[in-house]
């Protein structure tokens, strides 16, 4: 009796091991669930040991196919008039964010986006720009929110936080969740130049103190605050809009225009914009939204682990005059990026084929898909 007891005991383990193989090596990689060999039920002496943790992220994952996956990836401008160019991009790919620019403020009233989510399989990102001074979105519908360099004169942090919580809430109740702000460059710029009055200040030790003030404000409200433009935009040359632009060389940059970004998380839970700038003894001539060395730069030396995005891929010619839409969108999220956004809508199944490519044939690595997912993922809660 006892010989077939540890017969039948053996022959379960086996079994058990086996299917466990199985899960990780067929079923996982179609779930997006990174692989992860599967532990010995037992070890010497028969000690049991330690059980994987389970991903918490699993569930969401597993309703999604794996272009639904890499669609979670992706924030695209929509049509701001009414809801249809949302719905239709929700419906046919599931995108995980849409980024609502332009004066014309439909989307956001009258439950419209309502509809948006309610097509949606996870709950979907809502992003718009609402900066204040001459970027903001929601003006015409709540009133004007003052530049940043102008809140800096007349409020204190504390007053600031107020403002953005204020401006949070109005945000939140027209289903806005992501605000591309606050600005963190440093600049003394004249106000109308491309940074100018957006900066709170020249000096990065005040530019960090309200640009806290501000996202904290904004997380206040339920509504998540996305720091930009990494690694610093203020003293750079020229205008990302019109080509690429230059940086001071890095150390320059650590002196001065990162200080902001020392010690990220006492910011609570931020995003991370990346800038098309390049720096000249880090990017070699790339922008830094398709540079992994940037993205090292903000992960290792300034210890960031939350979600990064680029800046707009479709609209900016510091990128459009380089790469085509598809290619900067898989360059960008293979050099570490986890959400490609741009502005300019459309060409969404486009994207979505080469990213399919692209994993099939390396030049997307799956690793880095699943790192991204879980990050995304993170952000809106569900793990």
């Given at each position: ?11 379960a ?36 040991q ?41 419906n ?19 439950g ?12 979907i990102?809502?992003?718009v ?44 109740a ?16 004249p ?26 404000g ?15 935009h ?5 205008d990302?809009h ?24 006492t ?5 991370v914009?990346?800038?098309?700038l ?14 992994p ?22 609209a900016?010619?510091?990128?459009t005059n380089?790469v085509?839409?598809?290619?900067a ?14 502005s ?15 994993v ?24």
């Amino acid at each position: 009796m006892r010989r077939r007891s540890i017969a039948t005991t053996l022959a379960a383990l086996a079994l058990g091991a086996m299917l466990a193989a199985t899960f990780h090596q067929e079923v996982a990689p179609k779930l997006g669930i990174p692989d992860i060999a599967a532990p010995p039920a037992a070890g010497p002496g028969g000690t049991p040991q330690a059980a994987v943790p389970t991903d918490p992220c699993s569930p969401a994952i597993a309703g999604l196919t794996p272009r639904q996956q890499l669609a979670q990836l992706i924030q695209v401008g929509v049509k701001p008039e009414n809801a249809d160019d949302a719905l239709a991009v929700v419906n046919a790919e599931q995108v995980g964010g849409i980024f609502i620019g332009g004066d014309a403020p439909g989307l956001l009233t009258g439950g419209a986006l309502a509809l948006v989510r309610a097509a949606s399989k996870l709950p979907i990102t809502v992003s718009v720009d609402d900066e204040g001074g001459r970027v903001q979105r929601i003006d015409e519908l709540e009133g004007n929110l003052p530049s940043a360099r102008a809140l800096v004169a007349a409020n204190t942090p504390e007053q600031v936080r107020e403002l953005a919580k204020t401006r949070g809430a109005q945000l939140r109740a027209r289903g806005v969740t992501m605000d591309l702000a606050p600005v963190v460059d440093t600049s003394s710029q004249p106000d109308d130049t491309v940074i100018g009055d957006r900066s709170w200040s020249d000096d990065p030790v005040v530019a960090r103190k309200y640009a806290e003030a501000f996202a904290a404000g904004l997380r206040d409200s339920g509504v998540q605050a996305v720091l930009k433009h990494f690694p610093g935009h203020g003293g750079a040359s020229g205008d990302s809009h019109q080509g690429l632009v230059t940086t001071a060389p890095l150390a320059a940059l650590k002196a001065k225009d990162l200080i902001p970004y020392q010690d990220i998380k006492t910011y609570g839970k931020v995003a991370v914009m990346v800038g098309h700038l390049d720096v000249p003894d880090l990017t070699a001539g790339q922008p830094a939204t398709l540079s992994p060395a940037a993205y090292q730069l903000l992960r290792k030396d300034y210890a960031f682990d939350g979600l990064v995005m680029t800046d707009d891929l479709g609209a900016m010619k510091a990128v459009t005059n380089l790469v085509d839409l598809p290619e900067a969108v898989r360059t960008a999220l293979a050099a570490g990026a986890d959400v490609a956004l741009w502005s300019t809508g459309g060409r969404v199944g486009e994207v979505l084929d080469g990213l399919e490519k692209a994993v099939a044939d390396g030049g997307l690595p799956k690793d880095r898909v699943a790192e991204a997912l879980h990050r995304v993922l993170r952000s809106k809660g569900l793990c």
